[in-house]
């Protein structure tokens, strides 16, 4: 009895020993298939992230290219936009004097040794001289013209722009004819009027009627009137007296016989006329300064 005890506890601690051994080895299996689905598992987390990280980096690339293409493609641009600003620039007051020179210069090449204004008239550069004209030696009439682009002269791409003065040549068959359209009045005809301070020691006449108002004098064989309308409240005082400050910096050419200046006291035409033998020469235009200006000029 004693000895069927024992072996059944051999037995029995042989059983324990083998099933454990056998969890034992379960568990390392289990172990090991663990570790290896986490390897793998680890792998492709691996793989998944440097390949998101790869499309991301890719993506930035492209997304910095693309930037990049932008940025420069703007750059280029206002390169491009800098180049055109750049060869458009704004004229200059010496550039268009120059400009003057060389348009009378293609003037007398068609028409001869002819008196021209040698000054633009102009403080500024508002845009680029251009001139254009009509008629012959005798008898022509020269347009000055600000544009935006500098042209030759009588240029086709001028022919509708309107001047900012005009100088007119016009030549009669005796002195005393070309005498007669000069629009002068002397001063006799105004005697017994009120007068009015212009400065510089010019006095003036005022001639009132009608709702108009009409301010005259003389200087050398010069006659001037400014005209101003009473009805809307205009003042010729002040226009005059600045003609008469002019004058005195801008000397007018010297008449064979008379000329005639007639200014308007709003921003209107105002014209210059003055004869040189048998030839009348005439200036228009809406600024009194360009216009005193280019006639003391004309030469």
Partial sequence: ??????????????????GACSNQKKDEKTSNESEKTSSVASVKTKKSQEKSQSSVSVKKDASTSSAGSVSDAS????SNLEARE???SSPTLDLNNNRLSELNASMRNNLGNILLPSSNGL??????????????????SVDYIVSY????LNDGAISGHVPYATFVKKTYDSESAAANDVPYQSSD???GLPTVDLGHGISGVMDSGAGQRYLQWNEGRWSFVVHASAVVGEDPVPTAQHVVDLLERYYLPAPSTKGGGQFEATASENVLTWNKGNVLYTLKGKNIDTLVKMAASVK
């Fill in 1 to 18: 009895m004693k000895k069927e005890l024992k072996l059944f506890g051999i037995l029995l601690v042989s059983g324990l020993i083998l």
């Fill in 75 to 78: 750059s280029s641009s206002g």
């Fill in 86 to 88: 750049t060869s458009t």
């Fill in 123 to 140: 403080d500024s550069a508002p845009g680029y001289l251009n001139m254009r004209y009509t008629g012959d030696a005798n008898n022509f």
């Fill in 149 to 152: 682009s500098p042209y030759g």
């Fill in 189 to 191: 005809s105004s005697s």
